[in-house]
Every structure is written in C-alpha cells, then in structure tokens.
C-alpha cells in the first residue's frame, strides 16, 4: 500500500457528462501528480500542483481541470467527456522535491465511457 | 522529441529462469532513470533510481544497468517468481526547473510461468 487514495476505483459514465476523481496524498506530501494511461501506453503527464499552486502542466485537454485543496486532497475533474477519454486515471505523491524526487503512485481510477 | 522506447513488449519465462529488459531513450536534459513496477490494476512502484554517474544498482533480485553514453538502460531480473509477473516501465527524468518531467516508456509485459 502506498499511503496514495483514489476514488472512485471505477468509473462508468456516458458520452458527454462530467466526472470528478479524487486524490488523496500520502500524510505530509505536498506535491501531487495526476497521469493518464491509456490502453497499452505510457503514462502520460497531466498536471502537478506543489502545496496548493499549479507547478507544472502536461498534455492536460481544456475539458480537463483540477485542483488542490488546503488539506492537500487534489480533485480532477473532467468535462465533456468523448469515448477517447477512457483509461485509467493515476495519482502520485511526492515527499520532496528536485531530480530525485520519489513518487508514490495511488492504486488508480479506471474511468470507461460509453 | 522525448521518448522512451521499451523492449521487448511482452515476454514469458518459466519459473526459475533470468531475464534482462531493455529500455532506449531519447531525452533532454536528462535527470534520472527508474524502473517501475506495475502489477495489473495497480500503480507503479519503484525498483530503482539511477543517475548520470551510476552504472549499477540493485534492489534484491533486480539489477537496472544504464549506459548514459549509448543512452540504454537494462534491467535484469534473477531466479525470477511467479509474482514477477507485471509490467516494468522504463521512466526517464527531465528536470528543466522546478518540476520533475517524467518520461514514461510504454512497458514490457513480464509473465513467469511455473
């Protein structure tokens, strides 16, 4: 077990409609990833916030969104949703920062639209 | 362009038995390189971080190899087990400031078969 929660485990939602995911870091990580893996690809980068601010942003759609809160839960929300959004939704969390950096990956959101 | 390519994409071995995957990059600047762990339906866990100067590193039964010069990397599983069995991605760090840019490789799919 990393420490990292996610819900929902699933997700089935249809064409169109708006979902949000949920993230809850390991006790004391401040930085938080989120990361999209598609059928039989690569994890692809979206977003990381650092203490509640936005650090870094990665090949994240416009229907995409997300945020940190204040006790460090980051939520992702996902709009207009099209049948090529589903895959499976990861969130990371880190302890510190710079090159090495460690990340610890929650279990992940499988989000299927149909 | 940034890219991490994996071989091979999938590979069954018996019970017992060694293998070595390989993982070639093509990333700028680069930081590190880590293996990961991915059971099915899980998030990736860590095996090992290498930098530029390590040639080696262990993690029990795990050796991850890196040849920064031909930019290729290796890992070798010994006396493999039947929970070997998972996906092993190749993730290569770009630290350009500020935020860790991770690199993911598309994976290769280990069964171990008794």
């Known amino acids: 077990d990393s420490g990292v929660t996610q819900t929902p485990k699933h997700l089935i939602t249809a064409t169109g409609q708006r979902v949000t995911l949920r993230c809850s870091p390991r006790?004391?990580?401040?930085?938080v990833y989120w990361y999209q893996q598609s059928l039989d690809q690569g994890l692809q980068f979206l977003i990381q916030?650092?203490?509640?601010?936005?650090?870094a942003k990665g090949n994240i759609l416009e229907r995409f969104s997300a945020q940190q809160f204040p006790d460090l839960h980051s939520e992702l929300n996902l709009s207009s949703l099209e049948l090529g959004d589903s895959a499976l939704y990861f969130c990371?969390?880190?302890?510190?920062?710079?090159?090495?950096?460690?990340?610890?990956f929650g279990s992940g959101t499988q989000l299927s639209v149909l | 362009k940034n890219q991490v390519e994996q071989s091979p994409q999938s590979l069954i071995i018996l019970e017992g038995k060694n293998c070595t995957l390989q993982?070639?990059?093509?990333?700028?600047?680069?930081?590190?390189l880590r293996w990961y762990k991915q059971d099915t339906g899980r998030g990736p866990v860590s095996l090992t971080i290498?930098?530029?100067?390590?040639n080696t590193k262990s993690n029990g039964r795990y050796t991850a190899t890196l040849d920064a010069d031909t930019k290729q990397s290796s890992l070798h599983i010994t006396a493999s087990q039947l929970s070997d069995s998972a996906s092993y991605i190749c993730?290569?760090?770009?630290?350009?400031?500020?935020?860790?840019?991770?690199?993911f490789g598309a994976g290769t799919r280990l069964a171990v078969h008794p």
């Open positions: 916030y650092y203490n509640g601010e936005e650090r």
């Open positions: 990371a969390s880190s302890p510190n920062r710079g090159p090495d950096e460690k990340l610890f």
């Open positions: 993982c070639n990059y093509t990333v700028s600047p680069f930081s590190n």
């Open positions: 006790s004391g990580d401040l930085s």
């Open positions: 290498m930098t530029f100067s390590e």
């Open positions: 993730v290569v760090s770009a630290y350009p400031g500020g935020y860790n840019k991770l690199i």
